[in-house]
């Protein structure tokens, strides 16, 4: 490389690397919108959680056929990108596998062990463009991952793709020009090709001259496509490479089933049992405070959990598939309010970065603008869609947020629910008996 091509380079390092951050930052503003909890508790129990599920990829193995090509394609990805470290380097420096001298035997290895788990990579990608687009699996054709979704699956399919067969065949031409007789410029003999030996021959009959354009080309469509990758992942499902670790870790830890109680109703219900407390005290009233609200209509209303969650979906479907209501045909995928949430919160983040960091009322909300009530209450709140996720995500706590809101906010529950509490708080009990004849059933048997 010439010094002018070093410079290039670092640019686009610069540019690359310098947009990428920026979304991070984007992201993590948005994540913070959430109302804050805490998930520093059981730390042991969050660092084995990230290992053994984001990690370990234990939850993905469940579905066998799936769970083993996404390990393909997921330590492919990592692994492979470790050369990204030994790429810059030649970039900026002008070095050729600057790596090799050091690592001696370990580094042909290394360069081997790539070159299989970049065939891999294809061979796994290929299958899952079959599933999507030839066999059509059910829940890849889904109604919710229409438009977009749907087509962003297919990028990322073809993107990987093609930064395989670009690190295959850079090194196949790299390969080729280490074998020219006498040496070639600067490609001194380095790394085992176990793969790409077989792609070589084709370079057979060109000049050194044009092969070496070629591994140029090659070389710079690799990273080049690296980075616009890297900054693709802000507008796509394929976050959660980055976002599962974290996502595992903060992920709630108790018992699937139990809920947490709103503070501010466990503040009231405790100030009514204590017979100490004087009920017509009031505390001061901050006028500039912002009111209370029971439950969420909106994403800021969420926890910010919850929206590390919509960040980290994969739009895999598995929750959908296993969602016993959207299976009897009612309206509820688990999936689409992930996505949903997801969607609201970067229309959020938009209407903050048009107003200069404020956030200007747009007469939205992800409560029926997004998300219907007749989503909400088709749940059954049976947990298989938290279940069934693969990095830990909870749809159902969405849910039941948003049904708080339309219970103790806008008094919208179904009739029979209304029905139902309106007996436990006339005859204490769901079912619409006199007090005194609660325990009739007893004397039947």
Known sequence: MSYLDNILFAILLIVGFGFFASSVKKIIRNINLGVDVNRKDNSKARWKNMALIALGQ????????AGILHIFVYVGFIIINI?????????????HRV????????????????????????FAVTVFWIRRNVVRLKRFANP???????????????FETVLMLLFLFMDASDLHLQNVPGGFSHFHRAGSFPISQFIAPMFNGMSNELVAILF?????????????????????????????????YF???????????????????????????????????????????????DVQDLNWVQLLNAYTCTECGRCTSSCPANQTG???SPRKIMMDTRDRLQEVGKNIDANKGVFVPDNKTLLNDYITPEELWACTSCNACVEECPVNISPLS??????????????AAPMSLNAMMTNIENNGAPWQYNQQDRLNWKNEN
């Not at 690799?222 to 976002?243: D, E, P, Q, R, T």
């Not at 849910?399 to 008094?411: A, G, N, P, T, W």
């Open 216 to 248: 140029e080309v090659f070389w710079w469509l690799h990273i080049a496509g690296i980075l616009v990758f890297m900054n693709y992942l802000y507008f796509s499902k394929h976050l959660h490479i980055l976002l599962a670790f974290p996502n595992t």
């Open 398 to 411: 969405i849910i039941m947020d948003m049904r708080r809101y339309l219970v103790m906010e806008q008094s």
């Open 144 to 158: 919710d991952l229409k438009g977009f979704p749907k087509s962003d699956a297919n990028y990322i399919l073809y």
């Open 99 to 122: 790596f090799a001298p050091f690592l001696g035997v370990i580094y042909d290895v290394l360069i081997a062990s790539f070159e299989i788990l970049a065939l891999l990579v294809i």
């Open 58 to 65: 234990s939850k993905m193995v469940r579905r066998p056929v």
């Open 83 to 95: 050369e990204l470290l030994e790429i810059i380097i030649d970039g900026l420096f002008g070095t």
């Open 251 to 297: 992920a709630n830890l108790n018992q699937e089933g139990q809920f947490d109680n709103l503070e501010s109703v466990t503040k009231e219900v405790k100030l009514m049992m204590d017979p100490n407390a004087d009920p017509f005290a009031a505390a001061p009233v901050d006028e500039n405070a912002v009111p209370s609200k029971f439950g969420a209509s």
């Open 330 to 332: 009612k309206k509820l």
